[in-house]
């Protein structure tokens, strides 16, 4: 299984970028998708989460400004962010949980994309 992020870049404050990411090589679709990042020194965090029917959490700094969305017959997950601000600098990286199967039965596993960076300039 492979996810591929992309959409990342360098934007000024206040404005906006959308990233995307596909998983592939799994037989199933994904279950939940999300989008954490991690700034310099710091910790990776959660930004937003999506599941198969579209129910959607998000962290406090990204209400209102951060959209999670996902296309299921794309295996695709997308996060437009508006009104980015310098703080929001990061590599943002996609997770997805799968099923797989097992020689007896089916395990769910998680699967983290590559990271893509995003920096906002003041």
């Known amino acids: 299984v492979q996810l591929v992020e992309s959409g990342g870049g360098l934007v000024q404050a206040g404005g906006s970028l959308r990233l995307s990411c596909t998983a592939s090589?799994?037989?199933?679709?994904?279950?939940?998708m999300g989008w954490y990042r991690q700034a310099p020194g710091k910790q990776r965090e959660l930004v937003a989460t999506i599941t198969r029917g579209g129910l959607t959490n998000y962290a406090d700094f990204a209400k209102g400004r951060f959209t999670i969305s996902r296309d299921n017959a794309k295996n695709t997950t997308y996060l437009q962010m508006n009104s980015l601000k310098p703080e929001d600098t990061a590599v943002y990286y996609c997770?997805?949980?799968?099923?797989?199967?097992?020689?007896?039965?089916?395990?769910?596993?998680?699967?983290w994309g590559q990271g893509t960076q995003v920096t906002v300039s003041s």
């Open positions: 090589g799994s037989i199933f679709s994904p279950n939940g």
């Open positions: 997770n997805a949980d799968i099923d797989i199967p097992q020689p007896i039965g089916i395990l769910e596993e998680r699967f």
